[in-house]
């Protein structure tokens, strides 16, 4: 007979193992190692991390919660698909939802607010030279939630984080490209501009960096998908011989 101890220990070792394949499954994801799409069966994955499919189970429902699979109808489960045709009502959102908070942060901050963002900032500028994809996109989202937060609205911030998380895949996408680019770059005082609008609580410069930062965000991912098709080529004419033979 199990005694107490015993069932907390097995709930605690159950939950760990569900926070590994959640955290695991979420990194391939926002990194686009598992594509948009991707199916996802419970036994596959409860064979590679070795554990029962309950476990899995929890781990794909928080991803689901997160907006990074779809569960459906059927049982199966899925990478959710980046929505490109819907990427200028996202943006629309984020510009409402970032230039809402900036403004809020403006008003509400404190010292210790602004000590947050500082460092934030100075972690995404870590990231970007060290080239790590997956930290710059996190250290951006952080630092985007340190405004937030700083605004005390937590449902606004709420759905702010939302709309941020799902943008990470898209900025892992064109990230090769910015950092190649020969006009944009990651490295910039955008974020430092925000702090000083901030800390000097200018509402109005606030709100205008605000939506400056996702008017060069929107543009950048335009950018990005016109630089994957390449027309700059020509045909070779076949040699005279080769069309004898």
Do not use: W
């Amino acid at each position: 007979m199990m005694d107490g101890n015993s069932k907390a220990e097995k709930k605690q070792a159950k939950g760990l193992g569900a926070r590994h394949v959640y955290e695991e499954l979420r990194r391939e994801i926002l990194t686009l190692a598992l594509e948009p799409g991707t199916p996802l069966d419970e036994t596959t994955l409860s064979q590679r991390f070795s554990m029962s499919r309950s476990p899995i189970r929890e781990a794909l429902v928080r991803l689901s919660a997160d907006g990074l699979v779809e569960m459906l109808s059927n049982r199966s489960t899925l990478v959710a698909p980046i929505d490109l045709a819907g990427f200028p009502r996202y943006v629309e959102a984020l510009d409402f939802l970032q230039r809402i908070n900036t403004r809020l942060a403006a008003r509400h901050r404190s010292d210790r607010d602004i000590e947050r963002m500082t460092g934030l900032a100075k972690a995404f500028d870590e990231a970007c030279r060290e080239n790590d994809y997956l930290a710059m996109s996190a250290t951006n989202r952080d630092f985007h939630m340190a405004i937030a937060e700083a605004g005390k609205n937590p449902y606004l911030a709420r759905s702010y984080g939302q709309l941020l998380d799902e943008g990470r895949r898209i900025l892992h996408m064109h990230f090769d490209y910015i950092q190649s680019s020969k006009t944009d770059r990651l490295l910039s005082s955008d974020h430092y501009d925000m702090i000083d609008a901030i800390r000097d609580r200018d509402v109005e410069k606030a709100d205008l960096l605000a939506h400056d930062h996702t008017r060069q965000f929107h543009d950048r991912f335009m950018n990005f998908l016109r630089a994957r098709y390449d027309d700059d080529f020509t045909f070779e004419k076949p040699l005279s011989s080769s069309i004898r033979a």
